[in-house]
């Protein structure tokens, strides 16, 4: 079964793809499109809401329609003022410092943000909306993954996944970049995404 997710971000469709590769499903995404779907205004109270509201979105702009799979993430940094928690906001205050998004303002950012509160990490907490949207069927679930965020950026870049080379993840207590972790690891860390989606699929099949 085909289904889109809704993200031009590769890095983001490969993780997926490793969490449901056991099943039927050819996810494609809207780069595989051969038309532009311009995104859609995201005003939910949180991740889930605003899943929701991207997958409605998308299900509906579609030329032929298949199911939709939407992720939205948002960033919970601990010991940190209001004004500087991200939340569902993670590229826009890198974008009101410095004009535009890219890789490189976000380390800079975010390293500057750590450093104002702690001289090597934040404790931090993603929290993931997910939703599906197909025919007669619309929901969305949660999942979380705690973690740190380093000021330090690993030597290993992960273009259009900056948080990846600053996030470590505890693994058997040896704290380590997500960008290194083995498909092993990263598998056992995004059980909780895996979760929340596969939730979701089961839903979605049963009324098929």
């Not at 939205?72 to 928690?85: H, P, Q, R």
């Not at 960008?179 to 979701?200: A, G, Y």
Request: glycine share 6%; aromatic share 12%.
């Amino acid at each position: 079964m085909d289904i889109l997710f809704a993200t031009t971000n590769q890095n983001k469709v490969n993780r997926i793809r490793k969490l449901i590769k056991n099943t039927d499903i050819n996810l494609i995404s809207l780069a595989d499109l051969d038309y532009k779907i311009e995104e859609p205004e995201e005003n939910g109270k949180d991740g889930v809401e605003n899943a929701i509201i991207k997958a409605k979105y998308y299900y509906q702009k579609l030329k032929v329609k298949i199911p939709v799979l939407t992720q939205d993430d948002t960033l919970f940094l601990s010991e940190v003022s209001e004004e500087d928690n991200p939340k569902k906001d993670i590229k826009l205050p890198v974008i009101k410092k410095y004009g535009q998004f890219t890789d490189e303002f976000a380390y800079q950012h975010y390293s500057d943000l750590i450093k104002k509160y702690n001289p090597e990490y934040l404790d931090i907490e993603f929290k993931y909306g997910h939703a599906i949207c197909g025919e007669n069927f619309l929901e969305g679930s949660g999942s979380s993954l705690p973690g740190r965020l380093y000021a330090q950026i690993n030597t290993t870049r992960t273009p259009g996944y900056f948080l990846a080379d600053m996030m470590k993840i505890n693994i058997g207590g040896e704290w380590k970049y997500y960008s290194v972790l083995s498909e092993e690891e990263l598998t056992q860390q995004d059980s909780d995404i895996k979760r929340s989606i596969n939730n979701l699929l089961t839903k979605f099949h049963s009324l098929k």
